[in-house]
């Protein structure tokens, strides 16, 4: 995050994911002032919801 590099792309088809819990406190930098904090694992054919604070 942050970077104003070019950057490749890798496309992937993914098995599991990781849900998380985040908020969008973000410094003058730019950089995340909290952690994100690991909640569980999903397997990917599992509905995401995405919540905004």
């Given at each position: 995050?942050?970077?104003?590099?070019?950057?490749?792309?890798?496309?992937?088809?993914?098995?599991?994911?990781?849900?998380v819990?985040?908020?969008?406190?973000?410094?003058?930098?730019?950089v995340?002032?909290?952690?994100?904090?690991?909640?569980?694992?999903?397997?990917c054919?599992?509905?995401?919801?995405?919540?905004?604070?």
């Amino acid at each position: 995050m942050g970077s104003r590099d070019v950057l490749d792309v890798a496309l992937v088809r993914p098995e599991l994911v990781a849900e998380v819990s985040a908020d969008r406190a973000v410094d003058r930098g730019g950089v995340l002032r909290h952690p994100m904090r690991f909640k569980r694992l999903a397997e990917c054919g599992r509905a995401v919801v995405i919540r905004s604070a």
